[in-house]
């Protein structure tokens, strides 16, 4: 045993070892862990924490007290608080309970939660007395509207009100006001678990409660398996149901037990439905999930409610292997009066103490007694040959009750622990916590672990392979890469073609944002230009070298000015638009060559050449011949400008209409002034002329030219630059034969250290492998090994033995 928990406190460090290694190959990285580190978890966690989940009323905290065989939680319909219990294991001299009290915020709010769904006022003082016994009055008067505390959700409500007022009333020097004060046991003068669980399981005090931890000795709780009680999933206070969905997705909850009411109900509710598909998503739990219909006794008087339980089981649980009918009352107290006898009067004096006390000095009758009597008369479990029991009209329920178990003992409560199905479900659940638990926690481990080993393995076998395939002597290595150059060389040339061609198609799309932004400043220095050109036309200056060229003449035509305006403006624009050209072309070479500078098949270039075939001196006279050829294309675009637009002068135009009204303005006098005066008109009507052209230019002609000159010069350079490259064969074989001997010795290392590596990896793989498998192995699970990696599983006749065989010496001297 001691060899084993050593595997165990082990077991964590090897499945890491084994995650490392899949980590380190980046071609593995993706594979998702968590599952496995979840699983993980669960197997060498201490603590096996099994969730018992379910609707208020459905009998949780029974089914608990029956499985234990000891009256620990408190269990009332209508307990409608929060009260998480945790039970835990202990020795039988250090059992104890823990409590933790709800904050007085805390109370407050379920207060007005419930006098919310009550109807009564929200504005709930729970320190003032009289407003407490108003709403104990209103309580109690729904209770008996209602025609009892469990006959309806709201006489529910009401009960769970008045104990939770109760509740603080009693132990208000316990709560603080803000914080969830913590007591022991000891701290409240018990000296058992026994006095401890009775203070715990009073109604008034369990609402007032939070948490409830015990600690208590049962072979059930060994091995480090906590049972938790929650609150209902269909709790009037939505935090509280809350705190259930929580704890069945939490990460340490390892199995649940899905306490279901459809053999009373007849039907799923829906918040069972949504408590089976919100467990479903915790992988921690995986099939760890058993399956309870409590309260099945109600079924044994009602066949329709037995029918349609049948058919649920049917249609909606195929898996019935951890599916149990129970009926936690009847199992648990049946468990508690086979230890009494005549002489307590089975239980009423010792076990039923409490409930038999009545009020008015009567003695009330005890629930169980009630469904002991009905088991006993209407279940048609006890066969009439053996049991002849009668119920006398004339007897109190308990005095038949004590008469029945005087006539009949043991054999009749023997019966009912066997129909209460208590038995089967403890004796389930019993083997698989102490013989079935921990061999499937690790099966699953094995599960989950061996898809990464046979990731991992096929991964070192495919990298051998790739080793083994690689020439081992330094004349084979030089071979094959001379081999190798011609197709290197044909791909460099092919890469740069289709480099090439994508970054001019990306102008050509305008998917190029720095030329786009780099084209755009050409625009709006042509706009600008033309505006400052426009603003700044002086009629003086143009008229003065309209006279300078004709001296006989004193005057000059408004057609003169405009024609020195014309030349004037287009020329200007020209110089604009060259510059801009040049700046633009300049740019997306540079741009061009940094790109192919820093691409693979550039590098991979100069490492077979030396240097770059002649790249960048091919680029620089290609920028050259672009950028003539878009000068020219720029000066002939701006040397139409001279020309007027071809509507300039139609009928019907502003421009005729704005020509005919500065002629006019010009006409008055033939002096120089006279067509000063009409500066603005002319100017306007040469606007009217050049923004038209020069729109058409920048948004529409030039970038065409642009595009089609790029194209035309640079696609056939590629390919003959490829051409070229591929031409420069001899200097690459005569530059790699100078260099491929260090290499082909660098190479060789490489695989010995790669080889050397893969065997580390293979190595500390198996390792792990081995201590995970001596668990398996421990658990008998024989058919769950993990698959450990061989000698025979790598090609034989490579090793790194032979690579330490080679003389490197006798090898380089081979050329």
């Known amino acids: 045993m001691r060899e084993f928990q050593l595997r165990i406190d082990n077991l964590k460090e090897q ?39 379910g609707a208020f009323s459905a009998g949780k905290s029974m089914l608990i007290n029956a499985l234990l065989e000891r009256e ?79 006959k309806s959700e709201r ?36 000296s058992n678990l026994k006095e401890a669980a009775s203070y715990a399981r009073r109604g008034s005090n369990s609402a007032v409660l939070q948490r409830i931890e015990y600690y208590c000795y049962h072979p059930l709780l060994q091995d480090g398996n906590v049972i938790i009680d929650t609150p209902g999933i269909d709790a009037p206070v939505e935090k509280d149901a ?18 279901l009411k459809p053999a009373s109900a ?35 008087y009602n066949t329709q409610l037995r029918q349609r339980l049948d058919d649920l089981i049917t249609k909606q649980f195929r898996d019935t292997s951890r599916l149990y009918k129970t009926s936690g009352l009847l199992g648990f107290y049946g468990s508690q009066i086979k230890q009494t006898s005549g002489r307590d009067r089975f239980g009423l004096d010792s076990v ?14 005890p629930q169980f007694v009630y469904e002991f009597l009905r088991y006993c008369t209407n279940s048609g479990k006890l066969p009439p040959s053996k049991f002849r029991i009668s119920v006398n009209n004339f007897e109190t329920p308990n005095e038949n009750y004590v008469r029945i178990l005087a006539e009949h003992g043991t054999p009749v409560i023997t019966q009912l622990i066997q129909d209460s199905g208590i038995e089967e479900f403890r004796n389930a659940i019993t083997r698989y916590l102490t013989q079935e638990k921990r061999p499937q926690l690790f099966k699953n481990l094995a599960d989950d672990l061996e898809d990464v080993c046979i990731k991992l393995k096929t991964h070192y076998q495919a990298q051998q392979r790739d080793l083994d395939s690689q020439p081992r002597e330094i004349e084979a290595m030089k071979a094959q890469e001379l081999q190798r150059l011609n197709q290197q060389l044909q791909q460099v040339g092919n890469d740069l073609g289709l480099h090439i061609a994508e970054e001019v198609n990306k102008v050509v799309t305008n998917n190029c944002d720095a030329f786009e932004v780099d084209f755009h400043q050409l625009q709006s220095r042509m706009i600008r230009c033309l505006d400052e050109l426009l603003n700044t036309f002086s009629v ?54 940094e790109r192919i500078c820093s691409a693979e098949y550039y590098r991979q270039l100069y490492r077979l050449l030396g240097n770059d075939g002649g790249i960048e001196q091919e680029l620089k006279v290609r920028e050259q011949e672009v950028t003539l050829a878009l000068v020219n294309a720029a000066k002939v675009e701006c040397d139409r400008f001279v020309r007027e637009s071809p509507r300039f002068y139609d009928e019907g135009t502003f421009s005729i209409y704005q020509f005919r009204q500065t002629l006019l303005q010009t006409s008055q006098g033939y002096d120089c002034e006279s067509m000063v005066e009409a500066e603005p008109a002319i100017r306007q009507l040469l606007k009217l002329d050049f923004e038209p052209k020069v729109s058409q230019t920048i948004r529409r002609n030039f970038r065409q030219t642009i595009n089609q000159t790029l194209k035309t010069q640079l696609l056939p350079m590629a390919e003959q630059q490829a051409d070229a490259i591929l031409q420069q064969y001899p200097q690459a074989r005569a530059y790699l034969e100078q260099t491929l001997e260090k290499e082909a010795e660098e190479k060789i290392d490489k695989n010995r250290r790669l080889l050397s590596a893969v065997e580390q990896k293979i190595e500390a793989y198996n390792s792990a492998v081995t201590g995970i498998n001596n668990c398996l192995q421990a658990m008998k699970l024989y058919d769950h090994l993990l698959p450990v990696i061989g000698k025979s599983d790598f090609v034989e006749d490579f090793s790194i033995d032979d690579l330490n065989h080679v003389d490197s010496n006798s090898l380089v001297n081979t050329i």
């Open 540 to 593: 003086r200056n143009a008229y003065r070298h309209a006279t300078l060229s004709h001296p006989r003449n004193a005057t000059a035509p408004l057609i003169a000015i405009l024609v020195e305006a014309l030349y004037y403006l287009a020329n200007q624009l020209e110089d604009i638009l060259v510059e801009s050209c040049q700046s633009v072309v300049a740019n997306f070479f540079q741009r061009l060559l």
């Open 155 to 190: 006489a529910k409500q009401a009960k769970a009100l008045m104990l939770l007022l109760a509740g603080y009333m009693a132990n208000r020097q316990h709560i603080h006001t803000q914080y969830n004060a913590t007591y022991s046991m000891e701290q409240f003068n018990f």
């Open 266 to 300: 007849g039907d799923m509710t829906k918040e069972e439905t949504e408590l089976l598909e919100k467990m479903r998503g915790n992988y921690g739990i995986r099939d760890r999930v058993f399956y309870i219909f409590n309260r099945i006794d109600e079924s044994w």
């Open 15 to 53: 499945v890491e070892s084994i995650l490392l290694l899949l980590q380190q190959e980046p071609s593995l990285r993706s594979h998702d862990i968590t599952p496995l580190q979840t699983t993980l978890g669960k197997a060498i966690s201490p603590k096996f924490e099994i969730v018992f989940a």
């Open 242 to 259: 809350q705190l259930t969905y929580a704890k069945i997705q939490h990460p340490d909850t390892s199995a649940v037990v899905c306490v």
């Open 72 to 150: 620990l939680l408190y269990s009332a319909e209508g307990h409608a608080t929060g009260t998480e219990c945790k039970i835990e294991y202990s020795e039988p001299d250090k059992e104890r309970v823990v409590l933790t009290f709800l904050s007085e915020v805390q109370i407050r709010e379920l207060a007005v939660s419930l006098c919310q769904q009550l109807g009564f006022t929200t504005n709930v003082n729970i320190n003032q007395s009289e407003v407490v016994n108003l709403l104990r009055q209103g309580c109690e008067t729904i209770i008996q509207q209602q025609g009892g505390e469990s």
């Open 352 to 365: 039923f103490a409490e409930s038999v006390k009545g009020l008015d000095g009567k003695e009330e009758t």
